[in-house]
Structures are given as structure tokens and as C-alpha cells.
């Protein structure tokens, strides 16, 4: 994965590519308007079985979800159906008389007839889910950790480094000033314009992809990533031969081939012929192999006149996919094997292939295998062989891009009037004993509302109370815990060396540089050159695997002469940065960590179970919680209008009655 990659959010896919895509900004397809869906024509490769409609959640997300400027529909019983007290009253009133009550009606004294719903954290997510809802009558505050918008999205160029540009606009409510995301960009010229710190990479771009369809209705720029990646020998520095850098990349896309191969079954074939509810199994649809669970069963009468049947689940899809299969059948075969780790699988293939590398065809593969780890934003024996790329049959068509502006600018874009009070940490979520909802911050204010969205970082919600995490009340329900045990919270880390002029000879989007062992692999070992992208003399150097854990034990001083050394393996000399900036996403106590991987034990399933609501009051989303595109700011943005739904469908805005008073804004 990786958007949340070259920094956080954005993911290499099953059989990365050396790097990722021109150096031309991207032209749009076609320019979408305002309310134009972003749906795609093409039906992806395996949607939905037999009678279903062959439609990918994201595009009915997209449609049902609405882009910026749709406003989504809500179904209402019929008016002669509905009778409420409001009703009843306002029918004694004459045409005229509601008028004017209505006209006269203060925004507080609207607000009293709003659902008032609390979003916690201002990433994709949260200001997502902010805006569906704000759009249809909701009263809707946001509460920040930081002292700015994006979350695990970081745009230097949007929000300088001293932080939130000071033209932002504020307002006073309740005796606190609330500073809002009108944002003006500013971008940082002297010192190498836009650095994504964070989020950076946009995947596929020509396939639908919501976030490329706003793109282009908020006139933010894609840049088209090139697949060149020049390949230096960690051994001297020189360019790798191109056919050993071929010959390796090869035998890499074998070994992972071969390790999907080996999801052999524990199950014996015996067992289909009469498969219980739970029994997890593959499943044949239009010439592919899918993983599937049995979700309920009928069985045969005994008389002949009806057949014994099986409801599936596919993996990776809503309940909206799952078929009904007549027993016994030929699409069933036994589920492959789990519990094995990702990183074991593939030195197991290694093995048998019986390949004979030399040592500088050893550490190219290291080097795919370091790609695969920032992929994974995590060491492969922490990665479940079985389900690592789950989502991959979900991917988007087209390039991948970056955003010349910043993934920051699109969400400035997207946030505009929303009020969001920043610095607030959310220590604790309580649901009130006489109905509602209140989170607690560090400082000891309460805010009450009809219902909270937490969109808080996966790593957030794994973190324990006793080490700060945050005191949900009652506690979140069982399965739930486990799946965010289940699931892996993984670190990728960035060096942005900011220089005078660009010295290095690559006019490439990415440069690498491999390593001799598993423990240097991801060290420096992938360079995102800046200056191809925006004529900045900057680069941005990727850590991953334990090279990224083992960076936050460092200095500033130590990281940057361990880069530059490096640098200087492969260019000679090399002048004094004018500035450094390293990462610690992992020890960051508003994330601890980048994006999400699947665990050795885990499944897709766990994204859908942490996706689940708490009963109707407390909602999640995130990339996290999205099982079709995890890892990346597309699934953040689509899991925003998941949770904006659920809530307008369990809180209807003419049925809703608010606790007491909306507290938007952090009154006690």
C-alpha cells in the first residue's frame, strides 16, 4: 500500500513497481463538474457474483455518498406518516404565523431542532464526515489533537513549519477563540516548496478515484510519477547493471507468485461436501479464486425438492456481494492455510526456486524486499502471508501521482467553513447515562452531543488507557478489541534534506540505493527526488521496515549524517543540507505509527469489524476502518461518507430529538 506511503498514507501494490510514475502534470480525462459523479464506466475485474450488480463499493459510495457538491437525499416515511410534536403544533399555525416563527428563529433556536453529532480528529476522515453532515443540517463540531488539519496528511507547504499560517480566520464561541479552516496557502519557496511529511501518493488515478475526480474540481495539480528507478549498489555506489536490477525484479515477482500459490487448505475436501456456518473456503467466480466464509447454511429436506445450500461472504466486499451456492459445488475449495508471515513465506520460495544470486543480485533483493516493507509500513514476519494484499482486487486504475500543491491543499479545499478547535485532546468517550454522548479532553472540558465519530489514528485506538490511550465508557465491545489487537499499525519514516541546488544527476521521481543485509535494507533506501516534481533542490529520503523504527532512537545529527553518507556512497561529494526535517511517526502520540497492515492472524474482515458502529451513537472511520482500500487517504475520504450515512440513517434530521442543548463547541 501506500499513500499513507511515501509518508504515511499511499501503498506500492502486490508486486511493487521500482518506484512509482512522468514528470508532466496529469491532464484530466475529462473536467468533471461540481456535482458530476466520479464513478467509473469499467466494471472492476470481480465485483459481485451471479445476480449481483457489478458495482464497486467505492462507486456506490461515490454515489450514494455524493462528491462535494451533491447533497445526498434522505428517505423519509411519507409527510401523512410522520407525526411528531413539532408537526402537531406548527398545524395550528397559520401559513403566515410559521413563517414567521420561522424567520425569527435565532441560530441557536434552529440548532435546538438539529442533531448534534462531535467528530474526533481533522484528517480525510473526520473532515469528511464533518462536511456530509454539516451539508444536511447537523450540528457538527470537530476537535483536533494538533495545531492543525491532516492528521497523518502533512503538507509543509500548506501549513508552515511554525506551524498554522497566521492569516487563518478565528472566532469567538463560548469564551474560546475557534480557529477555522479557511486556510490561505502559503507556500514555502526559500526552502524547496511542498514537502509531504506525511500522505503523498495517489493511486490510480484514471479509474474512478474520488479523490482524483476533486482533484479536478478543486483545481489542485496531479503530478504523474514515473516507473523508472535507477538502482545504486550499496557495495561502491555505482549504478546496478541493468540486467541483474531486470533479472532480480523478475525473480522477486516470482517468489511473490509462488507464495500466493502456497495458500494451500488445512481443510480437508471432505469438509465442503457439507460445510458449516464459519468455515472459511475459496471461491470460483469468473475464473479467479476468491477468499470466502460461510455465513449461513439450508440444508436439503430429505424429500428432493430442495437443495442443500451455502450463503458465501466473499473477503474484501460488503454483505451486498455474498451468494447463495447449491451444495456440493466446484467453485468451493478449501481455504489456504493461515498463521504464516509474509517475510517466512518468501524466503521459503527463495529456497526452492533453487536461484543463485551473486552478491550484488543479494542485496537487489533486498532492496524489492525493503519496497515490499514500505508497501506494508512494517517487517514482513509481522505480516500475514495470507491476507497482505486482500485489497489489491480493489485498486484503482490509471498512474500514480503527487499532488505539486500537497494533499494539504485538497483537504483546505474540502474544509473550508468548517469550524474545527484545534489542540484539543480527547482523553475520554462516555455515553451519558440518560442517553447521548460526551468526550472529555486534556483539559478537562466536556462536550455533549446526539453522537461522536471517532476518526482517530488505528495506533491511537490500540493504544491502553494505562499508557494514555483513550477511556471509552462503557468499554468498546469484544470483538472490536480484538480486531485492533488483530490488526498491524505499522512505521514509515522520511528525511527531507532541503539544499542550495539540486547536485544529483537523477531527473527520475525516485532513486534507490540497496544494502547488504535485512537489518540495513530499508535504511535510505528509497529517494523521492522533490525537485522532478517541483523544481525544488529537496529529496525526501524513505525508511522502512525496522530501519524505520530504528531511526527514532536517533538524533537529528545522527539521521542527517547517516543520509548523507548515503548520498555520498552514490554521488560523491555532497554539500551541507540548509535544512532537515525527520519524522518519528511512530513515537508521534497523535498516531504512534503510519497506516495500517494486515497482521499475521488477521483478515480484511477486522477492518469491517472496527468499521462497525456502537450501537447508535458512537460511529469510526478511517482508513482503517475501510476493508476495500485501507492504508491510503481514499479510504479515509470513502469511510468519511460511510460514517456521515450511518449517522443520517439512525439519526433522521426531522425525527431527531438533541440531548439538552448542542454543545458544538466545548462548553461544560
Known sequence: MTELGLAGLAKPKAKPANAAAGSAS????????????????????????????????????????????????????????????????????????????????????????????????AGFAGVTTALQLQKKGYVVSVLEARDRPGG????????AAA???????????????????????????????????????????QGGNPLAVLCRQHGVAMHRLSNACPLHDGSGGKLLPAETDAQVEKLFNLLLDEAGKERETEASEAALLDPHVGLEVQVLWQGNWYRGKVVDRVNANGRGKAEARALLHYDGFNDRYNEWIVLPSDRLKPAKARGQ??????????????????????????????????????????????????DDVNEYDGDHVVLPE????????????????????????????GGGMRAVTRGGAVHHANAIVMTVPLGVLKRPERDGGIRFTPPLPAPKLAALERLGFGVLNKVALFFEEAFWPHTTDFFGRTAANKSERGSFFLFFNVHACTGRPVILALMAGSAAKSLEELDDDEVTERALEALRQMFGRVPQPTRVIVTRWGADEFSYGS?????????????????????????????????????????????????ARAVAKDWPQLLSTPVGRPTPVGTK
Open 152 to 159: 497523518r496528511v502533512h503538507s509543509l507547504a500548506t501549513y
Open 163 to 205: 506551524g498554522l499560517n497566521p492569516e487563518m480566520t478565528s472566532r469567538s464561541h463560548a469564551g474560546r477563540t475557534l480557529l477555522l479552516t479557511r486556510v490561505t496557502l502559503t507556500l514555502d519557496r526559500a526552502e524547496g516548496g511542498v514537502v509531504e511529511l506525511g500522505a503523498a501518493v495517489l493511486m490510480g488515478v
Open 406 to 433: 500537497g494533499y494539504g491543499a485538497l483537504l483546505e479545499r474540502m474544509a473550508a467553513g468548517l469550524a474545527i478547535e484545534y489542540g484539543t485532546v480527547v482523553t475520554s468517550v462516555e455515553a451519558r447515562p
Open 341 to 390: 508471515d509474509l517475510g517466512q513465506a518468501l524466503e521459503r520460495q527463495l529456497k526452492r526456486s533453487g536461484a543463485v544470486l551473486d552478491a550484488a543480485g543479494r542485496r537487489a533483493m533486498h532492496w524489492h524486499l525493503a519496497n515490499l516493507e514500505f508497501a506494508c509500513a512494517a517487517d514482513l514476519n509481522s505480516v500475514s502471508a495470507e491476507h497482505w494484499d486482500q
Open 26 to 121: 496529469v491532464e484530466p480525462e475529462a473536467e468533471a463538474p461540481e456535482s458530476e459523479s466520479s464513478s467509473t464506466s469499467d466494471d472492476p475485474p470481480l465485483m459481485a457474483p451471479a445476480a449481483v450488480a457489478k458495482r464497486s463499493t467505492a462507486e456506490e459510495e461515490e454515489e450514494e455518498g455524493e462528491e462535494e457538491g451533491e447533497e445526498e437525499e434522505l428517505v423519509l416515511p411519507p409527510p401523512e406518516a410522520r407525526v411528531t410534536r413539532r408537526k402537531a403544533v406548527e398545524s395550528k399555525l397559520s401559513r403566515w404565523q410559521r413563517a414567521g416563527l420561522e424567520a425569527n428563529m435565532t441560530p441557536r433556536k434552529k440548532s435546538r431542532h438539529a442533531t448534534s453529532v462531535l467528530v474526533v480528529g
Open 595 to 643: 497506516y495500517s497492515f494486515v497482521g499475521v492472524g488477521a483478515t480484511g474482515a477486522d477492518y469491517s469489524t472496527v468499521a462497525e458502529p456502537v450501537g447508535k451513537e458512537l460511529y469510526f472511520a478511517g482508513e482503517h476502518t475501510s476493508e476495500e482500500h485501507p492504508a491510503t487517504v481514499v479510504g479515509a475520504y470513502l469511510s468519511g461518507l460511510t460514517a
